[in-house]
């Protein structure tokens, strides 16, 4: 079975700094797309990233970044320039490619709570 | 706003008591997913309906249920409802059952006394 690991609990950013959030994956599959998903204290999760396993190229979206190492099964989320709006749960997810069952599900991390200091 | 709307947003129910609560999937989307969040925790998956039809299921005794519906909206059922069964209920809709995207509702915050 497939788990997602995040080992920090709480990160804390001053505004306009970097952070760089954790994640490890475990998964015999080599088709995959792994995710970081936000949710601030509306609860609604809101998609941040999202990288697919077969791609080399880390995925970019404005100021949030990846770094996927495929061995190391590592996915890590960089987050330039910190806002306070930035502030929030932060979730790694994964999900195997492969089609129907309880395979086509997410399988979300503990998450890792960011404060943003002004 | 993802356009997946759930309610209600929140509810008190008494141990032993059934619930259900909904979900109105995206325009478009015909596969819907249910996951419980408890408290400190990430997300939980319970099962996925695609077109009606179950083709998923979580770790989650019988005693949770769902429908879906022609329009794709969605229901989850909980029957005799424990204490550890307290927790936020999201919702989330994929415009395919093979499509890697999901979008989800705010959720519906459950307490049970």
């Known amino acids: 079975a497939q788990t997602v690991t995040q080992s920090q609990p709480e990160m804390s950013v001053q505004e306009a700094e970097t952070v760089t959030l954790s994640c490890t994956y475990d998964?015999?599959?080599?088709?995959?797309?792994l995710f970081w998903y936000k949710q601030p204290p509306s609860r609604q999760m809101i998609l941040v990233i999202r990288?697919?396993?077969?791609?080399?190229q880390n995925a970019t979206e404005n100021r949030f970044s990846v770094n996927f190492q495929k061995a190391a099964k590592s996915f890590s989320l960089k987050i330039s320039d910190s806002q306070l709006g930035d502030a929030a749960m932060y979730f790694c997810?994964?999900?195997?490619?492969?089609?129907?069952?309880?395979?086509?599900?997410?399988?979300f991390g503990k998450g890792t709570k960011l404060s943003v200091k002004p | 706003e993802t356009g997946v709307t759930q309610s209600p947003t929140h509810l008190i129910k008494t141990r032993g008591q059934q619930v259900t609560l909904r979900c109105s999937s995206q325009?478009?989307?015909?596969?819907v997913s249910w996951y419980q969040q408890a408290l400190g925790q990430g997300p939980q998956f319970i099962f996925q309906?695609?077109?009606?039809?179950?083709?998923g299921r979580g770790n989650f005794p019988p005693r949770f249920s769902g429908l879906q519906f022609p329009n794709y909206s969605s229901e989850l059922n909980v029957n005799a409802l424990e204490l550890d069964d307290s927790a936020l209920y999201l919702c989330?809709?994929?415009?395919?059952?093979?499509?890697?995207?999901?979008?989800f509702g705010q959720g519906t915050r459950l307490t049970v006394v």
């Open positions: 989330a809709s994929s415009p395919e059952t093979g499509s890697a995207e999901a979008f």
């Open positions: 325009s478009g989307h015909n596969t």
């Open positions: 309906y695609y077109r009606e039809e179950e083709n």
């Open positions: 998964t015999s599959e080599s088709d995959y797309y």
């Open positions: 997810a994964y999900r195997s490619a492969a089609w129907g069952g309880s395979q086509g599900n997410l399988i």
């Open positions: 990288q697919e396993a077969y791609k080399q």
